[in-house]
């Protein structure tokens, strides 16, 4: 072919490929990405010089000392991580030995294949946004490629895009999904995890707090509760180190009854952290993919990190009832040595109250008249007695020190108490419906089991300190975290705020229907369509008929179109016409000779003047140059003139 | 393998039709997926795979996104041949040995541009060309002319990749035309002198083609006679006369009986073609006598008689 014509639909390609591998910067290495975009950048170096590429022997260990770079980094050439990594690495070596058209060829459809895999770390719009630049600018170098529109392609790629996209929705709609994976692949350990640990010290949630992103959503069936009443419960802390309060799993199994409360059915959609998922004050049952562990905690049975939605039931405000054996008591109530301001403290409150309860009241109560301040950043608490500093002399802190400090006097007390985390409260997006959970609503609070009525009471210490915390949400009672414009560094003004309540729906929105479109979404708009009950191939062939016809409508449109026909041809169909109405009939082939020969009976001033038209025509026609516009335009304008003059004519006779 | 499949298109062109003009329609236009487009279509394969397994939505929509792009590329391919008018032309004849023209034109009355790619196996010859919308194209085949006689235009591939180059859309045609293959000339002094028929006429020379007068086009004037610039400026036909139009002078017998009856076929008609060639570079008047016709000195007699000679087939 010609070479010299070809090489600019090779800059194409590697333009493409440079493209398409842009977000794996952010997700993998930095340095690997930008080797293989120096080497693309290379390679057209190469090729703009026209120099001889390297051999295979200088490219095989090449190879393998980037392949050995990449295992020294992730210790993984598989999974997704190790094998985006090895992918883009074969696609910087395989540019360095594509020579003919088919190499390169090969180049673009790995292009397409690598194209995917910033979808399996993020999938976000913006994702989205970048998959559709890339499948763009690998169809326009598909079109350069085949080298036979060198002039155009842009926008015959657009096209194409835009011709295949109702066929792509509908398939992406009919297809049938799986409801869980083909094979697990080994989880990335390393790749870090937001959301609540299975630890609490100071610091941990404060940390949680200071971040604006969304935790998960929610959308009630009926009406929603009262903010100060969600308490999401996702992980019970019930072993505490004089420092640290973590999870040891001290009941394997429970007896439990839950009494009373208002029943409250809610989808929740959001990202699982270590197979949790937060649900609402006490969970009814174990919603579908999951099961209750003791503590009525979810624990979901896959462990993939991906978004999931599940519908769950609760029973808000009911009574939590269970029988803790002696021994079962024993363990709620341990605590290491040390702090022994508070333990007196606690020994004075449960000699002064009659029971469990009363105990809860006189602790809340010195909570909330002793100039406890609730504050992001308390003084940091030193030494083994950590509880009584805060208790005695800072008297600053947050969720995580009141909920500790009260767990710690319960359990001093004598009553069985553990440490719950969470999120406590929601904001209602009026857009979209839904409620939103961010991390800044990450919470800690306490369980105390009182012997008398044999139930667990949540006690929420903090909502002593900073009543505010409860009912309004953290952002306004701590004036640091009020959601603030950023750059400007002021708060949202008014007008901002249904503009970022659209923002926040249109996530929703694709969260539920994009990225969340799965095996059940599905089943529920085939039922709502009508099209069956079940997704089986009748459904599917009936859904693919059906929607495939809605998908071609564009392509038939795009088929039926009439180009804009060429101003020569329309003169030319105007002249004929014009000559019918003079009864002279003029055929397709006929030439501007034959059409002035046939018109030879007409008067002589119609004649003259068809005569220079046609001569006119024929000089346009016949030459090879390209016509100035203007000409043509203004032979055309006289051309309308004379067909006018015909109709008249004829109208006239 | 490979003989089974010359075999089979061997006997698939037999089955085609002889058409001097075709219009490709969706009966004859055949669609296949390029080497490239089985590539997409695996990888498509192969992201849906990764979909099916890592529950990614947006990853669904690219594998289905490509999948609908190589659905449209197979419309796209078809439409390049849909509609498009092939014709036969007068092809060019020539001496056996020689590699004549096949002539044809491509006719796109639509209003897209077309990529079009001819191909025929005699002669491995591949044309590609680039039509315009509305526009019209000839083309000329090669081929090479093995044997005297008239030879069947080769059978045509039309076959186009355009736009992506994921999907070739093809059709066969077997034009309805033939090339003449005339006997390879072979010089033959001796005889040509013996077979002039000597008349009154003055001798020959530049003088003779003088410009004499002009007179209203008849019947059997050649080309060369024809005053061209009067067509163009006065839109009439008129034919030139010279001072000495060779009219009642002499005239060269070329006979097949100027050979030995020994002499084969092939030879007798070479040589009778190289003294007609030599007749009509000198200008002079011939007769052409073979076994079952006899060309007269006429207008276009050259071709006449080449094509007598082409097509001489002796009952031996």
Not at chain 1, 39 to 59: E, I, T
Not at chain 2, 170 to 182: E, G, I, M, N, Q
Request: hydrophobic residues 45%.
């Amino acid at each position: 072919m010609k070479h010299s014509l070809f090489r600019p639909a090779e800059m194409a390609v590697l333009l493409a490929v440079a493209l398409v591998i842009v977000p794996l910067l952010f997700y993998l290495p930095f340095w690997l990405p930008a080797l293989v975009e120096l080497m693309l950048l290379l390679r057209a170096c190469l090729l703009l010089r026209h120099s001889r590429l390297p051999g295979l022997a200088v490219l095989l260990p090449l190879l393998v000392l980037a392949a050995a770079g990449v295992w020294l980094n992730l210790n993984t050439l598989i999974g997704r991580e190790g094998g985006a990594a090895l992918l883009i690495l074969l696609l910087g070596f395989k540019v360095f030995e594509s020579r003919q058209q088919r190499d390169w060829q090969v180049v673009l459809a790995l292009g397409f294949f690598l194209s995917a895999i910033p979808l399996l770390f993020d999938q976000s719009p913006w994702s989205a946004l970048w998959l559709v630049i890339s499948l763009l600018a690998l169809t326009w170098a598909m079109l350069r490629l085949a080298g036979d529109i060198p002039s155009g392609s842009a926008r015959t790629a657009v096209q194409a895009l835009l011709l295949s996209l109702p066929l792509m929705l509908v398939l992406f709609v009919v297809m049938p999904r799986l409801p869980g994976p083909l094979w697990s692949m080994p989880h990335d350990s390393h790749t870090a995890q937001t959301g609540l640990s299975d630890s609490m010290e100071p610091g941990s949630i404060s940390q949680l707090v200071q971040r604006e992103d969304a935790a998960f959503s929610v959308v009630f069936a009926g009406q929603a509760p009262a903010v100060s009443q969600m308490y999401w419960r996702i992980m019970i802390l019930d072993d505490f180190d004089g420092r640290r309060w973590q999870n040891v799993h001290g009941l394997q199994q429970e007896t439990v009854q839950l009494q009373g409360g208002q029943l409250v059915r809610y989808r929740l959609t959001g990202k699982p952290v270590r197979s949790r998922l937060p649900l609402l004050e006490y969970p009814l049952q174990a919603p579908g993919g999951g099961v209750l562990e003791p503590g009525r905690l979810l624990r979901l049975a896959s462990d993939s990190d991906d978004a999931v939605r599940i519908d769950a039931a609760s029973l808000l405000g009911s009574h939590y009832r269970q029988s803790l054996s002696q021994s079962d008591q024993d363990f709620y109530r341990r605590l290491p040595p040390g702090n022994p301001a508070s333990r007196q403290l606690a020994m004075q409150w449960r000699m002064q109250s009659q029971d469990d309860a009363g105990f809860v009241h006189e602790a809340l109560l010195h909570f909330r008249l002793n100039g406890y301040r609730y504050t992001l950043t308390p003084p940091l608490l030193e030494g083994d007695n950590s509880t009584d500093a805060f208790l005695f002399s800072t008297r600053q802190g947050f969720c995580e020190h009141y909920a500790s400090a009260f767990a710690f006097l319960a359990r001093a007390a004598g009553i069985p108490a553990r440490v719950v985390t969470g999120y406590q409260g929601a904001q209602y997006n009026p857009v979209g419906r839904f409620w939103q959970v961010r991390s800044s609503d990450a919470h800690a609070w306490v369980e105390v089991w009182l012997k008398e009525s044999g139930e667990w009471l949540r006690v929420d210490p903090t909502a002593a300190v900073a009543p505010q915390r409860v009912s309004d949400g953290v952002s306004q009672s701590i004036p640091s975290l009020q959601p603030a414009v950023p750059l400007m560094g002021s708060r949202i003004p008014g007008w901002l705020l249904p503009l970022q309540q659209s923002w926040q729906a249109a996530g929703f929105a694709w969260q539920q229907w994009v990225v969340g479109y799965d095996a059940a979404r599905q089943l529920n708009l085939y039922r709502l369509l009508g099209l069956g009950e079940a997704v089986d191939a009748a459904a599917v062939l009936r859904a693919l008929l059906f929607g495939g016809a809605l998908g071609l409508l564009p392509l038939l449109w795009w088929w039926r179109r009439r180009p804009a026909m060429a101003p020569l041809q329309v003169g030319r169909n105007l002249l004929v016409a014009a000559l019918q109405c003079h009864g002279i009939a003029i055929l397709p082939s006929d030439g501007p000779l034959d059409m002035m020969n046939k018109a030879a009976h007409l008067p002589k001033d119609v004649r003259v003047l068809l005569k220079q038209l046609l001569k006119e025509y024929a000089a346009m026609r016949y030459r090879h140059a390209e016509l100035p516009a203007r000409q043509v335009q203004a032979w055309l304008g006289q051309v309308r003139r004379f067909a006018q003059q015909a109709r008249k004519q004829r109208r006239h006779s | 393998m490979l003989p089974f499949r010359k075999r089979l298109r061997s006997w698939w062109w037999r089955r085609l039709p002889r058409e001097a003009v075709c219009r490709l329609s969706q009966r004859r236009i055949y669609l296949l997926p390029t080497r490239f487009g089985l590539l997409l279509l695996a990888v498509a394969a192969a992201v849906w795979v990764g979909a099916l397994n890592y529950a990614v939505s947006l990853a669904y929509g690219l594998a289905f996104w490509i999948i609908s792009l190589l659905l449209l590329a197979v419309l796209m391919a078809y439409r390049q041949l849909a509609g498009l008018q092939l014709q036969v032309e007068a092809g060019e004849n020539t001496f056996l040995g020689q590699v004549a023209n096949c002539r044809l034109s491509l006719i796109n009355q639509a209003g897209v541009e077309r990529q079009i790619h001819l191909w025929a196996e005699e002669g491995e010859c591949a044309v590609h060309c680039q039509l315009p919308a509305g526009g019209q194209q000839s083309v000329s085949i090669p081929l090479l002319l093995n044997r005297r006689g008239p030879h069947a235009y080769p059978v045509l591939q039309i076959w186009s990749t355009a736009p992506f180059g994921l999907i070739r859309a093809f059709s066969w045609w077997r034009p309805d035309a033939t090339v003449l293959a005339y006997p390879h000339p072979l010089p033959d002094r001796i005889r040509h002198a013996d077979g002039l028929q000597t008349g009154k006429g003055r001798s020959r020379g530049e003088g003779e083609e003088d410009f004499s007068h002009l007179a209203e086009y008849q019947a059997g004037d050649t080309p060369r006679q024809i005053a061209w610039s009067m067509l163009a400026r006065r839109d009439v036909l008129a034919s030139k006369r010279f001072v000495s139009q060779p009219r009642g002078h002499a005239v060269h017998e070329l006979a097949w009986q100027d050979y030995p009856a020994a002499l084969d076929v092939e030879t007798r008609l070479s040589r009778l073609c190289w003294r007609l060639l030599q007749c009509e570079k000198a200008g002079q008047r011939y007769r052409v006598r073979l076994p079952d016709t006899v060309i007269e000195p006429q207008a276009g007699q050259r071709e006449r008689a080449l094509a007598a000679l082409a097509n001489c087939s002796l009952p031996s």
